[in-house]
Structure formats: structure tokens, C-alpha cells
């Protein structure tokens, strides 16, 4: 995907409801997107691509249904758009979430089980290297913040990454369904653009 051919920018949303909104629209500029914060149906109509930033999942959860945007999310996602979900957008796309609040609902795009707050909570934040399948150089930089992980994946989902020692070592941190992309992690805070840019070449080819 690092390797595809350049075209017009694509125009990319970043859920802006809660989370680090601001640090996902920095890098998928840098990265070659024309990035744009979404809060109102009009604004996710004029996207191609979306990105579900890290944060708290239950509280996005609540304030989709408040903002209305869960149902025209349903429908671009159904369409076919490509969606990018970090940390709590692990969670939002999961098809089954694991310790997560009762009310809780996301948008159940991915075909996986997802453990919620597994890595321990904020005190427990770690930084790993790990690398992705499709993202060429060395191993991403990984920060782990209240991080969940993927339990289970279904036959039609891709596993990108895992995380290799440690007490965690082994379990899955990156996914793909088709053009669904979710992470465990934070890259939109170390700097390295090079998963948001294999985001930024998956909407361009789809738009």
C-alpha cells in the first residue's frame, strides 16, 4: 500500500465528538489528506474517508447518537468508505466488545472480538515496537494507552500486526476489513506518519 501511486488528496474526517481529534488531523494532512473534523451529517456527507480517534469508546459511543450521526455512519460504512479506527475506534468497530459498558454500542464493522481497557488502565500505558503488514521500514513506534486488543477475527479479516515480547507479546494490535483499518494503538502521536499515509492511499483508491 506504501507504495501505491500518488493522486489527488483525498478528502478525510476525523470524528470529532471526543478524542484526540486534533492529532489525527495533523498527520493525515502531513500524510496527504485534506483532513476535516466531522460533528454534523453534512460534514461526514463530504468525506471519503473517516478516522474514529483514541479516547474514551462509551463516551463517543453516547455522543454519535447525540450528534445523529450513528445511522448515516451505518450507511457510509455499509457503502463501501473507508474507516480507520484508533484506540476507542478499535472498540466502535468491533463486532463484539469484551468488558464494555452495557449501553455501550458501535458500529460493528469489523468481524472481530475486541477486549476493552486489556492492557490495564492508564497507569499500565506502555510503548512497544510492532510492525504492520504493508507498511514498509522498520517497526512502528506502538503507544499503548488504556489499549484494547482483538481477542478473535473472522474469516474475513486481515491481521497487520501484534505485538512481538513482553507480557503481551502474541496478541493482535492491527486489523483490516476490507476498507475498515483499526489499531490497538496511537500513531497519530509519535510523529511517524507512515500508517496514516496506508490510510490516506486506501480512501484515495476507493474515492
Not at 81 to 107: H, K, N, T, W
Not at 135 to 140: E, S, T
Request: hydrophobic fraction near 45%; charge should be negative.
Amino acid at each position: 500500500m506504501s507504495g501505491a501511486a500518488r493522486g489527488p488528496a483525498p478528502v478525510i474526517g476525523v470524528l470529532a465528538l471526543q478524542g484526540d481529534v486534533r492529532e489525527h488531523l495533523t498527520a493525515l494532512t502531513g500524510a496527504g489528506a485534506q483532513a476535516r473534523p466531522v460533528r454534523r451529517r453534512a460534514e461526514l456527507d463530504a468525506v471519503d474517508g473517516l478516522v474514529i480517534p483514541g479516547g474514551e469508546s462509551t463516551t463517543i459511543s453516547k455522543l454519535v447518537d447525540i450528534f445523529e450521526l450513528r445511522e448515516p455512519i451505518d450507511k457510509r460504512i455499509a457503502a463501501g468508505m473507508p474507516v480507520y479506527g484508533s484506540c476507542a475506534g478499535m472498540i466502535m468497530l468491533a463486532g463484539e466488545v469484551l468488558d464494555g459498558r452495557p449501553d455501550q454500542r458501535g458500529f460493528d464493522g469489523i468481524e472481530m472480538t475486541v477486549r476493552r481497557n486489556a492492557f490495564g488502565r492508564q497507569v499500565d500505558s506502555f510503548e512497544a515496537p510492532v510492525e504492520i503488514v504493508g507498511v514498509d521500514g522498520p517497526a512502528l513506534h506502538a503507544v499503548f494507552i488504556r489499549a484494547p486488543w482483538v481477542e478473535r477475527v473472522g474469516a474475513g479479516v486481515e491481521v497487520l500486526g501484534t505485538v512481538t515480547d513482553g507480557p503481551a507479546a502474541g496478541r493482535i494490535v492491527a486489523v483490516r476489513q476490507g476498507n475498515l483499518l483499526a489499531t490497538s494503538f496511537h500513531p497519530e502521536l509519535t510523529g511517524d506518519l507512515r500508517l496514516h499515509r496506508y490510510f490516506v492511499d486506501l480512501t484515495r483508491a476507493v474515492a
